[in-house]
C-alpha cells in the first residue's frame, strides 16, 4: 500500500496482561498439591480420600473458573494426572525423557506464545473463493501473521494467486516447516506477530482464538491504513460489526473488517457463503 501510516491516535495495542494463562493452572495445581499435602498430614486422612477431596474440588474449580473449555480439561485433568504418576500406578519414562520433551515443547510453543493460539492449522482449500468476498488488487500484501506449519499460507495462495504472501512465526522450528511447505514466492520469517507493523499490509491473516481477538482489533485500529481487511478465520472480534462474514467451503465463518479512516471497521453487509461468489 502506498498510503502514509496513519496518525492514529488509538491507543496501543493493550499487551496481553488480562490472560495470564498458564498461570491460572499452574496456581490451581500448586493449591491442590497443598491441600492434599495438608489433609495425608495435618489431618491424617487416607491418600484414597484426600485424593478424592482435591480431586472433585479441583475439578469443580477448573469447570468455574477455567475459561474456555481446553482450558478447563487442561485445569481438571492437572492434578489427578500428576497425582497418578507420583503414586506409581502407572510406568513413568525417565527424568532424562521428560527433559528432551520440555525442551522440544518450548522450541514448538515458546513461552510468550502461551497467550497466543495453540498450533491451529488452517484446513486445506478453506479460503478458496474468499477473493469473491474479500477483493484485493494484484500484487497485494498479505500477512499470515502467526502461520505456524505454513497451512494458511497455502490456503492464502489458491484464494490470491497473484499477492505478495508473507507469513510470520515465533517459534524457529515451525519457521523452518512453513518454509518447507509455502507456495513459491511466499516468504515466512521468525519474529512476534505482535511486534510486526501491520501498516504496510492489504489484508492481514489469523487463526488464533477469542482471547486474543480484542488485542488484534486495538493493533488493527493503530497501525492498518483504511482499506486494508483484517480477516479471521472462525473467531470474531468482540464488539466489532464486519464488513463481510464469508463462509468458508466446510462451513467455517471468516470474519472480514474493511479499516476505516478512524480505525474501525466499515459498515457490516450480508453473510455471504462460496455458493454465492461463484
Known amino acids: 500500500m502506498t498510503a502514509p501510516r496513519r496518525n492514529a491516535t488509538h491507543r496501543a495495542p493493550p499487551e496481553a496482561a488480562r490472560d495470564r494463562w498458564?498461570?491460572?493452572a499452574l496456581a490451581l495445581w500448586a493449591a491442590a498439591w497443598a491441600a492434599f499435602v495438608a489433609l495425608r498430614v495435618g489431618l491424617q486422612r487416607?491418600?484414597?480420600?484426600?485424593?478424592?477431596?482435591?480431586?472433585?474440588?479441583?475439578?469443580?474449580?477448573?469447570i468455574r473458573r477455567g475459561?474456555?473449555?481446553v482450558r478447563r480439561v487442561i485445569m481438571a485433568l492437572g492434578f489427578p494426572l500428576s497425582w497418578v504418576l507420583a503414586a506409581g500406578l502407572v510406568p513413568t519414562p525417565p527424568v532424562w525423557a521428560w527433559a528432551v520433551l520440555a525442551l522440544a515443547l518450548l522450541a514448538l510453543y515458546p513461552l510468550r506464545n502461551w497467550r497466543d493460539a495453540p498450533l491451529y492449522p488452517t484446513p486445506p482449500g478453506a479460503l478458496d473463493?474468499?477473493?469473491e468476498a474479500v477483493w484485493l488488487?494484484?500484487?497485494?500484501?498479505?500477512?499470515?501473521?502467526?502461520?505456524g506449519t505454513g497451512d494458511g499460507l497455502?490456503?492464502?495462495?489458491?484464494?490470491?494467486?497473484?499477492a505478495e504472501l508473507i507469513g510470520i512465526e515465533r517459534a524457529w522450528p515451525l519457521v523452518w516447516l512453513a518454509r518447507a511447505r509455502a507456495p513459491v514466492g511466499a516468504r515466512v520469517r521468525q519474529g512476534d506477530l505482535w511486534a510486526e507493523d501491520w501498516s504496510g499490509y492489504d489484508l492481514v491473516y489469523l487463526f488464533q482464538r477469542p482471547?486474543?481477538?480484542?488485542?488484534?482489533?486495538?493493533?488493527?485500529?493503530?497501525?492498518?491504513?483504511?482499506?486494508?481487511?483484517?480477516v479471521s478465520l472462525e473467531f470474531a472480534v468482540p464488539d466489532w460489526a464486519p464488513t463481510t462474514v464469508w463462509h468458508c467451503p466446510d462451513g467455517w465463518p471468516v470474519w472480514a473488517y474493511r479499516m476505516t479512516e478512524d480505525g474501525s471497521p466499515a459498515a457490516s453487509v450480508a453473510e455471504v457463503s462460496p455458493a454465492q461468489t461463484t
Open 154 to 162: 497455502r490456503a492464502l495462495e489458491r484464494a490470491y494467486p497473484d
Open 67 to 69: 475459561g474456555t473449555p
Open 129 to 131: 473463493g474468499l477473493r
Open 22 to 24: 498458564p498461570l491460572p
Open 211 to 230: 482471547e486474543t481477538m480484542p488485542r488484534a482489533a486495538a493493533k488493527a485500529a493503530a497501525e492498518m491504513q483504511p482499506g486494508a481487511w483484517l
Open 137 to 147: 488488487a494484484p500484487r497485494a500484501r498479505v500477512l499470515d501473521a502467526g502461520c
Open 46 to 62: 487416607p491418600p484414597a480420600e484426600a485424593f478424592g477431596i482435591v480431586a472433585l474440588l479441583s475439578v469443580l474449580w477448573a
